[in-house]
């Protein structure tokens, strides 16, 4: 039985990248070495940050995050499975979302009005070195657990 993007906890989202402050390690010998450091060994950076941010509306959304749908059988739910990421064609900024394995973005055609009647085109193929490597599609009658074929 196919399962729907509201089982599988989809996320319509945008990108977002705005400059932000932060703190990280130094480079140097310390930098191997456990936590707490020192004062000496922290260094504030600031620049920009990527935030993939929820928004309520697929004409507002670049893209979705859902739970993979073979892991989530596999595991009998969430716990433990991944998410799969898709960015949607003439939305997605460049380098965000979805890569295909040379690092090149990857984009889906999107139809529907929302999670309910969402439909993804062409098939979604993962294709990971140490991944599930599920092939499946997203139809408005939801997104069948198996493989596309």
């Not at 509306?57 to 739910?77: S, Y």
């Not at 929302?114 to 139809?139: A, M, N, R, Y």
């Amino acid at each position: 039985m196919p399962h729907s993007l509201r089982e599988l906890e989809a996320k319509l989202l945008k990108h977002e990248s705005r400059i932000g402050t932060w703190k990280r390690v130094k480079a140097g010998p310390f930098a191997a070495h456990p936590s707490p450091y020192s004062e000496d060994e922290i260094e504030e950076v600031t620049g920009p940050q990527d935030y993939y941010v929820p928004v309520d509306t697929l004409v507002e959304a670049q893209g979705i995050w859902f739970l993979c749908p073979l892991c989530f059988d596999t595991n009998k739910g969430s716990i433990g499975t991944h998410w799969v990421g898709v960015g949607f064609a003439d939305r997605a900024p460049p380098g965000t979302f979805s890569q295909n394995k040379e690092g090149k973005d990857s984009r889906w055609s999107v139809s529907g009005t929302g999670l309910d009647d969402l439909v993804l085109t062409p098939s979604i193929q993962l294709d990971t070195e140490h991944g599930c490597k599920w092939h499946g599609f997203v139809g408005s009658s939801g997104i069948p657990p198996g493989w596309a074929g």
